[in-house]
């Protein structure tokens, strides 16, 4: 698997409530929610973005509420994947939960700029710069963590367990 | 090894003989909880997976709390789902309008989270029973479904830090004021992946509202949960609310901590955290002519008696700036009762505040009081993100019950000895 896209530029403590803000919260049809991601911090985001574009961010991102809503909203509204220099926990659960492929990197985070086109190798942690012709590496997921990105989420993980009882 | 009572909880609710930090396991949930935003999402996973029955009917509730009374169709259609779901699974326990009271209040109120239990929810200010010595986590919604089918979930077994809190308080400094500070000593993210235990001669003399107060908030450093160890306050605490059986563990006394921070509240004056972050928190005789248009007291974080205690101490015989509106929302039927039968009500009223029924309405700027572009509001909540109340240009200052009364006499934020 790989994914290419075009860098959306964040920074440091981008919380849920910048994701998604509570007064769309009254749904949960991921299509709706897509329609206002990040819609407070950059105006228009989800009209600006192309489908597969990448999220990048400082430390802490998703912080804030345990709304699932939040990386449904991203991954609705086309994003392939965020890369940040460090995920609050809850969004770091909810993400591997949902199937929004994310990765752990300060250097990725730091070393990339607004509107770089990167491709991404999830199983190697590979981030390539190819704008800027540079290439980062990421600590892969824990096994664990593999297994149920590799089910397809915790639900489809879930299944097959509950199967094998 | 020596353990953490993080560490010990954990282990009692694995099957496994030695846990790592750092390690993935598998653990039984003694209870689990989701709201009226994130169960909808939790009750289509369950559905998704394919199960047709609750783990365990006793051991789960639904909690309407957020948008209640419910703001417009759509989060009518949200309770609904829950209500449906609960009559469908013959839970025990569903709270909705009449009923509800604000989650993290709630649930300790009504006796369904014990000591040493583990406890999971969807909602990120789940910590705040870990004042009982309970490990309590937030989780997102696809966890709490996949918890309700399975009585499980997966954890990283964490690290760590300990406050040790030693000192003498000074008047109008509560667990807000510590907590705040803790935060902006650490950081947003501070504590990140970490469990907050809170220690120390400070803590053991806090009582129960204040101890919640501090857990609720150990998100708010990133942090895992926050934990305080079950003493005779919290059983004293307990026995008015249930009969039930309950274990009290307790920290090794060389348990090991990723960090240990000791800190003197001898100095620590009521705090203000001014927009847009938690962490910049600062003492109030810092704060200087900052007009505001709202004052909240309420929430999961301070909506609690003592709180509504304090503000009436404050608010009797002085009324509400002209240019405040004042919003006061006891977290539970509960608390709404005492604070009737207190007089704290009939104070509020005829300062010219209002008193709302219990929700979250105005912290997470879902209705019944939400801010206008420019706005300015000193709120008991936990969170002063950008937009949290309402505008995205409108401002949030996080602060006590002292000072949020305080300055909506005032019409500024100020000093409760500014008025008392
Ligand atoms: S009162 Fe605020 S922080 Fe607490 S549960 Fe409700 S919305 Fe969340």
Known sequence: ?165 | MEKSITEKIIQSHCDKKELRRGELIKAKVDFAFANDITGPLAISVFNEIGSKEVFDRNKITLIADHFTPNKDIKSAEQTKILKEFSIAQNLNYYYELGQVGIEHALLPEKGLVLPGQLIIGADSHTPTSGALGALAIGVGSTDLGVTMATGEVWLKVPESMKFIYGGKLNRWVGGKDLILYTISKIGVDGANYRVMEFAGEVIKNLSMDNRFTMCNMAIEAGAKSGIIEADEITEKYLHEKTEKKYTILKSDPDAEYEKVIEIDVTDIEPQVAFPHLPENSKGISEVKDILIDQSVIGSCTNGRIEDLRIAAEILKNNKVNKRVRLIIIPATQQIYLEALEEGLLKIFIESGAVVSPPTCGPCLGGHMGVLAKGERAVSTTNRNFVGRMGHPESEIYLAGPAIAAASAITGKISSPEEVI
Request: some cysteine.
């Open chain 1, 1 to 165: 698997m790989r994914i290419i896209g075009k860098v959306w530029k964040f920074g440091n403590h981008i919380d849920t409530d910048i994701i998604i803000p509570a007064r769309y919260l009254n749904t949960s049809d991921p299509n709706e929610l897509a329609l206002h991601c990040m819609e407070d911090y950059v105006r228009d985001f989800v009209k600006k973005i192309s489908p597969g574009d990448i999220i990048i961010a400082g430390d802490n991102f998703g912080c804030g509420s345990s709304r699932e809503h939040a990386p449904i909203a991203i991954k609705e509204a086309g994003i392939s994947c965020v890369i940040a220099s460090s995920f609050a926990r809850i969004f770091f659960r909810n993400a591997i939960n949902i199937g929004l492929p994310i990765f752990e990197s300060s250097e990725a985070s730091l070393g990339v700029l607004q509107g770089d086109e990167l491709e991404v190798f999830p199983e190697e942690g590979i981030i390539k710069n190819i704008t800027q012709n540079r290439v980062f590496k990421t600590n892969p997921m824990p096994v664990f963590i593999q297994s149920i990105i590799a089910s397809g989420g915790l639900v489809e993980y879930t299944k097959k367990e509950i199967e094998r009882r």
